[in-house]
């Protein structure tokens, strides 16, 4: 069944977006308790599973994305405010995921045909352990930074937006650093590209 895609309305975007808040704290609050002890994968508790269903904000509905900024698997510092210019895609994952494992071949490729077009793919590994996530990088081929969200709290700074309460979600950030569009749950081909595309259209016109 193709994923649902629906344009967010200004007069019930804030009732939905308290409402997804609210859920995502619930998930979070669980799966934090849980990871607490370090390297231990949560394996699932606190998970909810999306289903594909896309939101499409037009460019009047859009807020700022937040002052995301963490540390990489790699050791790096991630800062979202540093790629505005870039359309950025955030992957919300975790190792013990299985439809991120599903999705993960999908996002590396499609990742790799959008480099050139200015677009960054970056992965927000969370409630999950280091050795795990870098063993799910390796194994997939994930070719772009992933930031470590070992409690779920830089997940939760777009609680204001388009909140990405399942895991997986993906995010879309515009050029002008807002935050445009998401898919809850795992992510096909068509539907990262039914976000993408449309921002790298309306920065080639802005330009």
Do not use: K
């Not at 590396?108 to 795990?132: E, K, M, N, Y």
């Not at 997940?155 to 002008?176: E, G, H, K, N």
């Not at 992510?187 to 976000?195: D, F």
């Amino acid at each position: 069944m193709p994923p649902r895609v629906r344009q967010a309305r200004r007069g019930t975007l804030g009732g939905a977006l308290l409402l997804a808040a609210a859920v995502l704290l619930t998930g979070c609050g669980s799966g934090s308790e849980e990871s607490t002890g370090g390297d231990t994968s949560p394996e699932g508790s606190g998970f909810i599973a999306g289903d594909g269903s896309i939101v499409v904000l037009d460019e009047a509905q859009r807020t700022p994305a937040p002052d995301l900024v963490g540390e990489t698997l790699d050791g790096e510092t991630f800062r979202l405010a540093d790629h505005r210019g870039e359309v950025v895609v955030l992957n919300v994952w975790a190792s013990w995921c299985a439809p991120c494992r599903a999705e993960a071949p999908v996002l590396a490729q499609v990742s790799d045909d959008l480099a050139d077009q200015g677009v960054l793919f970056v992965g927000l590994d969370t409630r999950d352990s280091d050795a795990s996530a870098g063993g799910f990088v390796e194994r997939f081929g994930i070719p772009y930074p992933n930031v470590i969200d070992r409690d779920g709290r830089l997940q939760l700074l777009f609680s204001d937006s388009l909140p990405p309460q399942a895991i997986p979600s993906t995010v879309v950030v515009d050029r002008q650093g807002r935050v445009a569009g998401r898919i809850l749950g795992r992510a096909s081909e068509s539907t990262l590209l039914a976000l993408v595309e449309p921002l790298i259209a309306e920065s080639a016109q802005a330009s």
